[in-house]
């Protein structure tokens, strides 16, 4: 019951977290938009606000925030786009890697210390271990496990500059795998688009809510494997590197 709980409760907060963070975002769109929801209906409401150009904006800043603070990838939102009847898929993808540039860029500039990055949202000291590890071992290319690994791209971001990491080398890397990691979910998509397309176009709100639902049940499966984590393979080099980032 107890555990039953505790994934509702995070549920929710990652459901309100997702509206609040759009709303600014949706309210610059009705201002200028003409019409109402109980006219279109919601689910052409919803597909009318991403033909719009706030949600360049709102994309932008979710990939930018994500690689700072933000605890929810912008794939979440293009994967909803793609089975819209819209034309702006590509200019959505071109402003989320702008915001991921974006983003780095800052996480460069900030240089958050470890202490710090383990006391984000969704962030364990275990991840901060991980991530160094794997650039120990594998240079810019450690960037490859983040898709599939559970650890934030903010944690990747914010060790990159104590890891004397050029900016430009790991801005590339990070594009090419946000890149790779979005048509490989495009990709896939399209081969369901002509089975779902139908249903998922009147069902926009209650799929988004599944969506939702399944990530942060994912997301509270990755927080709570990484807790208490002891990570192998990390040189004393390595451990000197953690102090040292850990003191900033």
């Not at 709980?5 to 200028?32: A, T």
């Not at 540039?101 to 991980?130: R, S």
Request: proline share 3%; charged share 10%; with cysteine.
């Amino acid at each position: 019951m107890e555990n039953i709980l505790v994934i509702l409760g995070n549920y929710v907060v990652i459901l309100v977290s997702i509206l609040v963070f759009v709303s600014p975002f949706y309210y610059l769109y009705k201002r200028k938009s003409h019409g109402s929801i109980r006219t279109h209906g919601l689910n052409r409401e919803i597909e009318s606000f991403f033909n719009d150009k706030q949600t360049n904006y709102l994309v932008f800043f979710w990939a930018m925030s994500e690689a700072l603070f933000w605890f929810i990838i912008p794939e979440l939102l293009l994967l909803l786009v793609i089975f819209m009847r819209t034309r702006r898929r590509r200019e959505l993808l071109y402003y989320d890697i702008a915001g991921t540039i974006a983003g780095t860029v800052l996480a460069f500039v900030i240089n958050l210390p470890a202490h710090l990055i383990e006391k984000l949202p969704f962030v364990q000291p275990a991840m901060v271990q991980q991530c160094i590890a794997w650039f120990d071992k594998s240079g810019i290319f450690a960037l490859f496990y983040q898709p599939f690994s559970g650890v934030p791209y903010k944690v990747f971001a914010y060790l990159g500059p104590n890891l004397h990491i050029l900016i430009i080398v790991f801005i590339v890397a990070a594009v090419a795998v946000n890149v790779a990691r979005y048509f490989v979910i495009y990709l896939l998509s399209n081969k369901l688009y002509s089975f779902f397309h139908k249903f998922v176009y009147h069902h926009y709100v209650a799929i988004f809510l599944v969506v939702v639902f399944i990530f942060s049940v994912s997301l509270l499966q990755v927080y709570h494997a990484f807790d208490g984590v002891i990570i192998k393979g990390i040189s004393v080099q390595d451990t000197t590197l953690v102090q040292n980032v850990h003191t900033g």
